[in-house]
């Protein structure tokens, strides 16, 4: 099947009524949540023109872990969302209301 055809059979599937069960919704939500952090410090990155290595190297982390970071895929703890956002001079901002997130770097006056 292509993805036209997915697509298509998914609005068909919602339009019948169908609903996801809650772990699904709950899962897609976390997520979301990783996507917006991993875009959140990429954005950051990118401002501060540094590389994935230049970053892992200032947060006392692998490339392959900040990669993985901002592709959403990992789940961090407090201490390291500290190092990142000392690494990426910057203060961490993170408001969650229910399934939705939003998380902004604001950078340190200079």
Do not use: C
Not at 83 to 90: F, N, Q, S, T
């Amino acid at each position: 099947m292509n993805h036209t055809r997915w697509k298509l059979a998914r609005e068909r599937t919602h339009a019948e009524g169908y609903t996801e069960p809650a772990e699904v919704e709950t899962m897609r939500a976390e997520i979301r949540m990783a996507f917006d952090l991993g875009q959140a410090v990429y954005d950051r990155r990118a401002e501060l023109g540094i590389s994935q290595s230049e970053l892992a190297k200032r947060a006392n982390m692998t490339q392959p872990q900040v990669s993985k970071l901002e592709l959403g895929g990992t789940v961090p703890t407090l201490p390291l969302l500290a190092r990142l956002a000392k690494a990426l001079d910057a203060s961490l901002n993170i408001a969650l209301d229910g399934d939705t997130s939003t998380v902004v770097f604001t950078a340190h006056a200079a």
